[in-house]
């Protein structure tokens, strides 16, 4: 088979990397790629949210499947678009992705059918929302309602940071129009859990779980980033906790999808909050995680094809995950200044000195002449499986002391909390 992933960051490598193992693939293409997934992938040069592009190369090339992964071409309607076209493809159709790309669909979604979540007002004008922030209690938390590159959550502590946060939202367009309209809710306390699951609308399958590590520096300070590191499985997230998400949450939302007229095929995020009340949800992704993926497919033994094809066919049902009993970790490597300002084109030096059972899933990165380059905010995501966590850590981490860029970034705590 012939599959196109969309995309060309790390998670995108991570998918490629776990297809590339099904002896039913016979050619992989990527658009855009990057400097590592053009190792394993032919690179073309369409933009992720080409959709017309997309739909086009697909039908010259007899594309047998499409797996749409990033955020913005889904809530865009490219898998809408491919199937229109008679092209197979993988991932949730806009009315679903609306799960991912709109907060106040999902807070609301959550309040109507009892998903446990936190409580919370939705804002249109800044003048009010700063009238509210002002009064609540606090920390509080408060997100622009659209697609943000994952930053578009600020965790507030005092009266002059929730006042910032929503002039910087709604005012200053810091998120530019995922801002017109933003959520705040309440703060929650807990250990947070990261939870991909497969489904098709019918059944749902959760991954194993993972846990991100979201602020840019040690423990957990400077600003949100897209994710600076993860590890699978999360200490905190036992079976007990297991059998109660599915009953209140999984199977829930799965549910109340359906209701709505929005069946979900694809993979759903669950980002999760333990608290003293039991689990609640954070968020909703409409897609793999990044970096979430790149610890969990390492750890997974099924055939991935397979598993995509039984969720476009709605067999699932059908399906049993297998999973490596190993601790997965991931350190992202970062360019100097991200999530803020960085430079771009620095060689990157010491990917043929890392153990041969170390995976380095590219991220931002471009190859010429057969040297590579940074080429965005995060760079590369450096994987290790050991029998437990602190070998895992070891592992990772002398693979990251061997890599080498100018003005590298990474955190040294991940794995510990």
């Excluded at 109507?112 to 209690?137: H, Q, W």
């Excluded at 017109?180 to 809710?185: F, G, L, S």
């Amino acid at each position: 088979m012939k599959v196109l992933v969309v995309g060309g960051g790390g998670r995108e490598h991570a998918i490629l990397w776990k297809l590339k193992q099904s002896p039913r693939v016979s050619k992989l293409y990527c658009a855009p790629g990057n400097g590592g997934i053009s190792d394993i992938a032919e690179c073309v040069s369409l933009s992720a949210l080409d959709i017309e592009g997309i739909v086009g190369f697909s039908l010259k090339e007899k594309i047998d499947m499409v797996v749409v992964a990033p955020d913005d071409p889904l809530a865009a309607g490219m898998v809408d678009a491919l199937e229109e076209a008679g092209v197979r493809a993988f991932g949730p159709r806009k009315n679903a992705a609306e799960l991912e790309s709109s907060k106040v669909f999902a807070k609301k979604l959550m309040k109507k059918y009892n998903i446990p979540t936190a409580s919370y007002e939705v804002f249109e004008d800044s003048g009010t929302a700063l009238d509210y922030v002002r009064t609540a209690k606090l920390p509080l938390v408060v997100k622009a309602d659209g697609l943000a590159l994952g930053k578009g959550v600020l965790i507030c502590n005092t009266e002059n940071e929730a006042a910032d946060a929503v002039i910087s939202i709604m005012e200053d367009r810091r998120f530019g129009d995922a801002g017109k309209r933003i959520v705040v809710e309440e703060f929650l306390e807990g250990p947070e859990v990261s939870v991909l699951a497969f489904t098709d609308g019918k059944t749902i399958i959760p991954m194993e779980s993972s846990q991100d590590h979201k602020r840019a520096c040690d423990n957990d300070e400077g600003p949100n980033t897209g994710g600076m590191g993860t590890f699978s499985p999360s200490r905190h997230y036992t079976g007990e906790i297991h059998d109660i998400c599915m009953e209140k949450i999984f199977v829930p939302t799965i549910n109340a999808m359906n209701n709505e007229g929005r069946p979900f095929k694809g993979v759903i995020f669950f980002g999760l909050i333990l608290t003293e009340d039991g689990p609640k949800v954070l968020e909703y992704n409409a897609r793999f995680g990044d970096p979430e993926t790149q610890v969990v497919l390492p750890r997974l033994e099924n055939d991935l094809l397979e598993v995509f094809e039984a969720v476009i066919d709605e067999k699932l049902d059908t399906i049993k995950l297998s999973w490596k009993n190993e601790t997965a970790v991931c350190v992202v490597m970062a360019s100097g200044g991200y999530p803020g300002n960085y430079e771009k084109g620095y060689e990157i030096s010491g990917l043929d000195s890392v153990d041969e059972d170390i995976i380095v899933f590219h991220a931002g990165t471009k190859k010429e002449n057969n040297k590579y380059f940074t080429n965005g905010g995060r760079v590369l995501g450096v994987t290790a499986l050991a029998g437990n966590m602190e070998k895992a850590r070891e592992k990772a981490y002398r693979a990251v002391s061997r890599i080498c860029f100018r003005d590298a970034h990474y955190r040294k705590d991940i794995g510990i909390k």
